[in-house]
């Protein structure tokens, strides 16, 4: 709060206060005092004006004052009332009441929408695990009956448990905190599980499989890293090259600070143009338009799910030669998750 | 032969979950009173127990306990719920193993199979036989007109598997696929090597023609 605006806010005050003086000036000059005695008079009263004002205009000051600095410093500004020391002026006190009614409304609203979506996710999960029976049930049927019509099938219904899976890792997403178990786990049995788990197109693919220097133990969720190693693995079976039989290499290896595993493929990689842009949801580029089946969705739920786990997640691509994506992983026990 | 009870409300996954484990070689019973699991289990005496955990009447859980509280039977939780707590609620409770839906095929038989294993440690069919090739497990040796040959991991594996099943074919995709859910990742390739060299093998203790390469199936013996 500057002065100047202070005193911009108050000129009523001061013209009135001037007029008043001027009619009591002329009133004391014809009541014939002296020239001084009316000017000391005028002086001594806007001399106690001039302290009233300073004392307001301090108060007032330093009331806003801390208004913008705890708005400037503060990370939720919605909190902004509890923290105002009680402004001992009206002005203040209307602010302050309403900036507390806002605030309460505001909660009240953001707690019907936070109802809303845990409902949502509490529903969109016991849906999976609802699909999930017949699932199972159609993939027994298939093992059992193995012919032509089950077999292509049965790819289907591989293609549906995926984006069963995708969809409740998604809803989960948002709350990792409620099923999250950092251990210690090895990662050459993280990246066997996820190729257990997705051998059967990768072994109808004819995939040759290299695993070196997997030796490494890292603290993470397995569960959630066997799901982001899955997403990549069926990435690269999706845009696996014609003219060559998918290779699937993984790779680490051991910084100062991290581990990082390579995973890379030689298929037909990604244009030049799209690569900043693959971890955006719903982002399919060129080679979405080329592949009906792309919904932008796989890489953008690693991302954000690697941002959960502390981990950090790139990908690099030659186009026409394949992709190589890395995961970081931190070194040490007490890595803890951002948020 | 060992007994596998399998405890499971779907009336679909029981029936085909049974007819999978019997062509496995395992002898099936299915539970369909769910008012007293554990003792039918008990009375049956099965070698390992497959528990669904949403069941009627009584879930899962507190069937895993009962069972527990009586025997010290292997117990596979089988669910699709796939949370830590599910899974850690299932261990407590004194449950083996932990797999959800949906289950690959291979991956639930290699389980069954790792626990039988475990738990029983039986030299139960340590010793295959099938037209006068004797297939030693533990030693992973094959024997035929009194010579004898030492056999790879993988071939060994492979020779495995097709006697367990001898007379039915088995793909390339199924052997190549077994091997992985033992953590050999191995390519089209690599089967061909292996099977070459186990063929080799086998006519070097006097045996020929004994895996039949049938054209664009797979092989048998």
Known sequence: MKFRQYLKDHWILFLCIFFAMLLISCLLMIMRLSAEGILFINLLVWLFVLIAILIDFMRKKKFYDNVFFNLETLDKKYVLHELLDPPRFAEGDILCEVLYQCSKAMADEVAVYKNHSREYREYIETWVHEIKTPIASASLVYENNKTPVTQSMYEEILHIENFVEQSLYYARSNYVEKDYAIKACSLKEMVGTALKQHAKQLIENKTVIEMKQLDHTVFSDSKWVQFILGQLILNSVKYQSPRRPLRLAFTAEKQAQHIALHIRDNGIGIAKQDLGRVFEQGFTGENGRNFAKSTGMGLFICKKLCGKLGLSIALDSVQGEGVTVTITFPVGNMHLPED | ?221
Request: glycine residues 4%; aromatic residues 6%.
């Open chain 2, 1 to 221: 032969m060992f007994k596998i009870m399998i405890v499971e409300d779907d009336a679909t996954i029981r029936t085909e979950l049974k007819t999978l484990l019997e062509k496995y070689g395992y002898l099936c019973i299915a539970a369909d009173d769910f008012t007293s699991v554990p003792s039918a289990v008990e009375a049956a005496a099965p070698h390992l127990v497959l528990l669904d955990i949403n069941l009627p009447h009584f879930d899962g859980y507190h069937i895993c306990r009962e069972i527990r509280s009586r025997s010290q039977i292997p117990i596979i939780v089988v669910t699709s719920r796939n949370s830590d707590v599910d899974e850690l609620m299932s261990m407590n409770l004194g449950a083996d193993d932990f797999i959800t839906k949906p289950y690959h095929t291979q991956i639930l038989l290699a389980r069954i199979a790792a626990l039988l294993k475990r738990t029983y440690q039986t030299d139960h069919e340590a010793q295959l036989e099938h037209n006068g090739v004797l297939l030693s497990l533990c030693d992973s040796t094959i024997a035929a007109n009194g010579q004898t040959a030492e056999l790879t991991k993988n071939e060994l594996k492979i020779l495995h598997l097709l006697m367990q099943h001898k007379g039915a074919i088995q793909s390339r995709d199924e052997l190549i696929n077994a091997l992985w859910q033992t953590d050999e990742f191995i390519d089209d390739n690599t089967l061909t090597v292996n099977i070459n060299r186990l063929r080799k093998k086998l006519e070097s203790i006097g045996v020929t023609d004994y895996l039949k390469t049938k054209r664009g199936m797979g092989y048998m013996v």
